[in-house]
């Protein structure tokens, strides 16, 4: 295995090339191989954002996000979560996109930030979407302080089951990995190459779909395929984790969260619940949005930004010279 901060790769192709910046492992819980990239402004960094992926989503993805980041101004540390992107998978099936519970995502986070944060300048913003929302949310709840303001896409603090209850799904998905059977799909599997863009629920933008699409057959290691059933308990247990949590409450932080207007996959009222308990906590609905809110077309990206750039003046003010 690789130490520590030892030179990881960037999947760079013509339609998406990897911005400036540099890949490392680093030593995750339980000593899991896990990536994680740096990507510098051009000029002199007015502060940092973390960046968490959702659930199957590589550091790639985000390359037109990082550079959104870096002409901002700000340094952007992204990663990939133990059991995605080139980090270490926990399953034999690589496909399966699997989970072993809240506490050791969270182990990941706290080592990620410590290989870097030697070269985070200060204040530090944290942008997460969807799982990586949710696990942004729930690093706040546990106690993380270092972080000047949050900003949060479709954030998975409620997942939509249909007409399933939480309880219900809980009470499964414990069964199953009580019986040894935690590592099967908890839905039909389905390989992202056999995915289309007609249909899908994430974005309303086909090329933005299908350049990700192209990432992957540049990379096939890349792909995540469906959630198993412990993927959902740890999802139902962070859900339940930060809705329970006290320090929400009382969190000194902007806090502002971003929802989907045609939302299929995370619970909006849930998001919104959490946003309205943190004092300096708001949430909005990009209208028409689909999930992906930072993937969508880019008049519903623009109104994330625009959140974004209002709290980003305000705890990291831009440089005089600096549009």
């Not at 969807?130 to 900003?151: I, N, P, Y």
């Amino acid at each position: 295995m690789n130490g520590a901060n030892a030179p990881a790769p960037l999947i760079s192709i013509p339609e998406a090339p990897a911005p400036e910046g540099v890949a490392e492992w680093f030593t995750g819980e339980g000593g899991a191989r896990l990536r994680e990239a740096l990507f510098p402004p051009p000029a002199a960094a007015r502060g940092s954002v973390i960046l968490s992926p959702g659930r199957s989503e590589p550091i790639e993805k985000y390359f037109e996000v990082v550079r959104d980041l870096t002409s901002r101004g700000f340094v952007a540390l992204v990663h990939d979560w133990h059991g995605q992107g080139l980090s270490a998978r926990m399953l034999k099936d690589p496909l399966a996109g699997h989970a072993h519970d809240w506490k050791s995502f969270l182990g990941d986070y706290r080592r990620m930030i410590a290989a870097f944060e030697a070269r985070l300048p200060r204040p530090w913003i944290a942008v997460g979407h969807s799982m990586g929302g949710g696990l942004t949310a729930l690093a706040l709840a546990e106690g993380e302080d270092r972080f000047a303001a949050a900003v949060l896409s479709a954030p998975m603090l409620g997942l939509n089951l249909g007409r399933v209850t939480p309880r219900a799904a809980g009470a499964l998905a414990g069964f199953m990995r009580l019986i040894g059977r935690g590592g099967e799909y908890a839905a039909p599997a389905i390989d992202p190459f056999d995915e289309s863009f007609d249909g899908n629920i994430l974005t309303h933008d086909a090329r933005r779909y299908e350049l990700f699409k192209a990432q992957l057959r540049a990379c096939p290691e890349l792909r995540i395929s469906g959630p198993t059933f412990g993927w959902l308990l740890f999802a139902l247990k962070l859900c339940a984790r930060v809705r329970r949590s006290r320090r929400i409450d009382r969190l000194p932080i902007p806090l502002v969260i971003a929802l989907a207007g045609q939302e299929r996959l995370c619970d909006n009222p849930a998001a919104a619940a959490v946003a309205a308990r943190a004092p300096h906590g708001r949430s909005f609905e990009i209208p028409g949005a689909f999930h992906e809110i930072l993937m969508e077309t880019d008049e519903r990206r623009a109104q994330f930004w625009a959140a974004f750039d209002a709290v980003a003046d305000r705890v990291a003010p831009r440089q005089a010279g600096r549009s």
